[in-house]
């Protein structure tokens, strides 16, 4: 009888305590996000960036950071009721940076990414992309086979650098891979023919072949489409979700076409 008693005794034991352990497991998982609170408590919102990548985030004539991602941001923050900081950073160590908190956003023409999508969290795709490879405007290169035994330039941690890395066949098939920290470098080296392709952002290389048509051209094959997106913590959705919003709100009024207008000449934001 005693036996029977103990053994009881023992299971309601166990029951309890996988109660107690599901309780608190579902007062974790209810834990209220603070993360958009946190930052109008802050007053204020850190936007990472490489500022040497135009037209998204780049510093002008004066020394100032000007571009598409800063003027949209600074019309999120306005409508958030917070103040928009802006802070260069190592692009290599981007997500580091983001989840270290010495920045809130890693805004700054970021394609989206499964891989990176098991580190940070991402906005709505907010613009379309591909990766283009750009040569010297007296260049045959017009396929991915054209570029073996060639020299390739990318940026260092840039989707141009995975999209290239993807395709293991073309990779195999070049001379070398040359990396730079900024693609400004990488498309001088192409100019004075130190690399004879540079796989870049479509947009970004539009934008540097505008102000030297004579000098560059696009290649007829590229390495794909991409979407652009905004960088979060994986934990800060309420804060994400905010930017989602208010970015849409300004679709729908037409301030994100009057921003796109003013950096490509027309409204390129996707729908």
Partial sequence: MKKKI?????????F?????????KQEVSEKEDKSLQEIKEKGNFILGLDDSFPPMG??????????????LAKEVAKRMGVELKVKPIDWDGKVLSLNNKDIDVIWNGLTITEERKKQIGF????????QIIVVNSD???????????K?????????????????????KSVKEVR?????????????????????????????????????????????????????FRLGDVAFKEEVDKILDEMKKDGTAAEISKKWFGEDILAK
């Fill in 139 to 149: 260049s045959d290169i017009q396929t991915k086979k054209d570029l073996a035994d």
């Fill in 151 to 171: 020299i390739v330039a990318v940026q260092l941690g840039s989707s141009g650098e995975d999209a290239l890395n993807a395709d293991v066949d073309t990779v």
């Fill in 6 to 14: 103990t053994i009881l005794f023992m299971a309601m034991m166990v």
């Fill in 16 to 24: 309890t305590m996988l109660l107690s352990g599901c309780g608190q």
């Fill in 58 to 71: 780049f510093r002008d004539e004066k020394g100032e950071i000007v571009g598409f991602d800063i003027d």
């Fill in 179 to 231: 990396k730079f920290s900024n693609y400004t470098e990488a498309l001088l080296d192409l100019k004075a023919k130190r690399v004879d392709a540079v796989v870049i952002d479509e947009i970004v290389g539009r934008y540097y072949m505008a102000k030297r048509p004579k000098e560059y051209k696009v290649a007829k094959e590229d390495f794909g489409k991409e979407g652009y997106g905004i960088g």
């Fill in 123 to 130: 906005s709505k795709v907010y613009i379309e992309n591909r």
